[in-house]
């Protein structure tokens, strides 16, 4: 019987967690289930205690655990057979004692498949062998499952570029490697393709060969680049991309130059970042690929034309775009494809005719189809992206929900970050046109929380519009007001927050605030840039100045609201949606 100072020294030294007590009881009753002077019978670590119950185990017997740990935590029989040396009826009966002692347990897998009952059992025997026979034991694992288990090889590579790893073979490791992180990002698997592609990066690293060792790590570079970007982690994407467009410029590389630099480009776009910090990059790309084939300048050609677009020289945006057009109906390239037919949902448009709306229609569209030949995951949550944003400006509220719901799928299912961003932030739009806007708060809450991890700061703008509108409708704008006013004091050069803090001076019945603030936008003649908030920015200061019946400005505002006479106010890809542009129309007159 033990005594209640033996079981209070096992509850010291365990903390009361479960399985060390588990354990250290076990480690007992095997000595003989009695104390000693000094507490000896009770190792003073768990990994003590595991060590103690395998060295309990006769020489053969600890020898296979030992081997088998060397394997991985799961493991096969029949190969646990091959690489110890004995047949299946010995090995048979060595798994069963080792059962016996609760060392293994039999897996759901198969018939043959056993698992150490815990990863710490695993990782005591694995550290109780010499590196020296580790790394051995690694070797022929590696040459076993290459030669007689190529099934395992080709589905799960990432298993034995572990055992060349960790048998000091980094050459045989690297093709593994990648070959794993590729099959991960083929099925969205982004956190496995990080960490793949990190292992072939320290392979290509300690790959001896000086001439094959900067081509193997432009690989690599390329491969992390893409595996960051696909799972949100857009800053270090971006920083990857840089290194291997520079490694691809040091090594008169042109095909790799052209993929880190579209690669780039894309990752900054994502990350809404629109500068021309890409262009110089694409246009030394595009002076590379001159000699290249079409596919390459079609695909650079529509990045130009977006990178121009966004910073608003429309000129050469049309110069770049129509070349890639023209380039695209001579090729079947499918991505040169949709990134032309995106771009035209790149900028909000002023206005459009009932005719603009039909091809736009037609355009949403065809971009689904273009994405959908891609069979990837970021083409198609931009093209529902897209259908999103045209849905909301026709009204059409079933198109609406199904291309968020749609979108929502796409970026849970392939483990994408920034079109989980924006899928939150279109169910929160969603919410509060319905009118919930508690549930709202907390999709607006948990979309600026992703962002954050995406955008940084640029996620502010979205969450700050839609939280502004949750409280005017909430009649709770007096507890954002201190917050606008403290920006505009702050940014007194930056008008972008003025209409609102007007819109928000009027609603609180301060009319001479609001009054001047109108008058001062009114002098430079409601100009405002052709950007996602300028709809929205419109629709404000024709509120405050029905309001306060200002008719001097009425008339000029009515006119450039005019043009969305077709459309509903809408702000941004997902952000908010004001209802029909009529409205305000009818405000004004």
Not at 106 to 117: D, G, L, M
Not at 215 to 235: D, F, V, W
Not at 386 to 404: H, K, P, S, T
Not at 546 to 566: C, F, I, M, Q, S
Request: hydrophobic share 45%; glycine share 6%.
């Amino acid at each position: 019987t033990w005594n209640d100072t033996l079981i209070d020294e096992i509850i010291e030294r365990t903390d009361g967690v479960p399985l060390f007590v588990v354990e250290l009881a076990r480690a007992i009753a095997e000595a003989g289930g009695s104390a000693v002077a000094g507490g000896e019978v009770i190792p003073a670590t768990l990994q003590g205690s595991l060590m103690a119950r395998l060295d309990h185990l006769p020489p053969d017997l600890k020898s296979v655990a030992q081997t088998a740990s060397i394997i991985g935590r799961d493991f096969d029989g029949d190969l646990l057979a091959k690489i110890v040396g004995i047949d299946r009826s010995s090995m048979r009966d060595a798994i069963s004692r080792l059962q016996q002692s609760q060392i293994i347990v039999r897996s759901a897998v198969s018939a043959e498949a056993f698992t150490f009952r815990h990863a710490l059992i695993q990782d005591a025997a694995y550290q109780s062998l010499l590196t020296s026979r580790r790394r051995a034991y690694h070797d022929i694992i590696a040459e076993t499952l290459v030669a007689d288990y190529p099934d395992i090889a080709e589905t799960q590579p990432e298993l034995v570029a572990r055992h060349f790893m960790e048998a000091d073979r980094p050459r045989d490791a690297l093709p593994l490697w990648k070959l794993a992180a590729q099959r991960a990002l083929a099925r969205s698997a982004n956190s496995e393709a990080i960490r793949h592609s990190e292992h072939a990066f320290e392979s290509a690293n300690k790959v001896s060969d000086a001439t094959a060792r900067p081509l193997e790590l432009l690989a690599t570079e390329l491969l992390r680049g893409r595996a960051l970007t696909n799972s949100g982690q857009l800053a270090p994407g971006m920083a990857a991309f840089l290194r291997a467009a520079e490694q691809a410029r040091d090594l008169k590389d042109a095909t790799s130059f052209a993929e880190a630099v579209a690669s780039f480009d894309e990752a900054r776009f994502l990350a809404n970042e629109h500068d021309d910090a890409s262009i110089k990059l694409l246009e030394e790309a595009l002076a590379m690929a001159e000699h290249s084939d079409g596919h390459a300048r079609s695909q650079l050609m529509s990045r130009l034309a977006r990178c121009f677009l966004l910073i608003g020289d429309y000129e050469q945006a049309r110069s770049y775009n129509d070349q890639a057009v023209e380039l695209v109906r001579q090729l079947d390239d499918p991505d040169a494809l949709f990134h032309v037919l995106v771009n035209d949902f790149l900028t909000p448009t002023e206005g459009r005719s009932r005719n603009e709306s039909d091809r736009r229609r037609v355009l949403v569209d065809e971009i689904l189809v273009a994405a959908d030949r891609l069979d990837e995951a970021e083409p198609r949550g931009r093209a529902l992206s897209c259908r999103a944003y045209f849905f909301a400006e026709e009204a059409d509220r079933d198109g609406l929900n199904e291309a968020v719901s749609n979108l929502a799928h796409t970026a849970e299912e392939r483990e994408m970050m920034h079109l989980q961003w924006i899928a939150q932030h279109g169910q929160a739009m969603l919410a509060i046109l319905d009118g919930d806007f508690a549930n709202a708060e907390k999709l607006a809450e948990a979309a600026y929380g992703i962002g954050q991890q995406t955008h940084g700061s640029a996620a502010d703008g979205v969450y700050g519009i839609q939280m502004f509108t949750i409280r005017r409708e909430q009649g709770r704008l007096a507890e954002v007001a201190p917050v606008i006013k403290k920006l505009l004091d702050d940014n007194p050069k930056q008008a972008e927050w003025k209409p609102g803090f007007a819109l928000v001076a009027c609603d609180l019945g301060f009319a001479e605030p609001a009054g001047r603030i109108l008058s001062e936008i009114a002098e430079t003649g409601f100009s405002f840039p052709l950007d996602a908030k300028r709809s929205i920015t419109l629709a404000y200061l024709s509120e405050v100045c029905a309001n306060l019946e200002e008719p001097k400005y009425a008339e000029g505002l009515y006119e450039l609201v005019r043009p969305y006479r077709h459309m509903t106010i809408t702000a941004g890809v997902m952000t908010v949606c004001y209802g029909s542009a009529g409205r305000f129309l009818g405000q004004l007159a």
